[in-house]
């Protein structure tokens, strides 16, 4: 038997999320992944996620996982099951994985990517991928409200119900920030969180205003614990919470006490750390 380690790419619009729904008749991830797989393989397998992202989440770098008894080269995975994906899921990379080694479990970290389109009118193109709010957001005030959640805390206020886990203890080791103009045409693409805008750029010009992206990287994330963190953010940008406040939401490990949960058109996972490799 061998380990195939797969690090996948999708548009999650149009999916119930990752993981296969018992009968239920939604598309998923999995689903598609599976059926990909057995037509290369004649094996009927069950992919395991790192994570298992919601409906309508995104991915630029989710892992997933398998055994198998296909002779197959290694070169040959990507195009074999490109050749059988839908357009809005892409295998990026295939790998040959240690005996043992899980999506899930081996995973010691992750990077989320949450973006919001803050203007006016909305942009047409990144409806599917950023929350519009038109109302204008302090953005330094969502920024300071943010550092009173970085480090190691029981995050229970920013946990959803409806998933087990042994602890509600997380490190979230930064939050990244970067603001730029939404741009002409709504084809503009931010560059990686925390980069200053170019000389020239002014942050809300246009009726399509600015992209606000935000990274989060954590050793491991509790149910819509990302989206959770954004829209209680968001609140604090709107001027409805104070920064300060945030740390005693976070202190009442009361999910009652944070902000909404951020639609999850505008999350993507962009990252999964693996040993040796480790969040900073």
Known sequence: MRTIKLTLAYNGTAYAGYQLQSGRPERTIQGELEKALFKVTGERIRPVAAGRTDAGVHALGQVVSFSTRASLPLQAWVPALNAHLPADVVVRRAEEAAEGFHARFSAVGKVYRYLIQNGRTPAVLWRPFAWWIPVPLEVEAMKEAGRYLEGEHDFSSFRASGFST???????????????????????????????????????????????????????????MARIIVGTLVEVGRGRLRPQEVAEILAAKDRRRAGPTAPACGLCLVKVFYEPERPC
Do not use: C, N
């Open 166 to 224: 042994k602890t509600s203890v997380r490190r979230l080791v930064s939050l990244r920030w970067r603001v730029v103009p939404a741009g002409e045409g709504d084809l503009f693409l931010p560059g990686p969180a925390g980069t200053a805008p170019s000389a020239g750029e002014s942050e809300g010009e246009g009726e399509l205003g600015r992209l606000i992206a935000v990274e989060l990287t954590a050793d491991g994330f509790l149910y819509q």
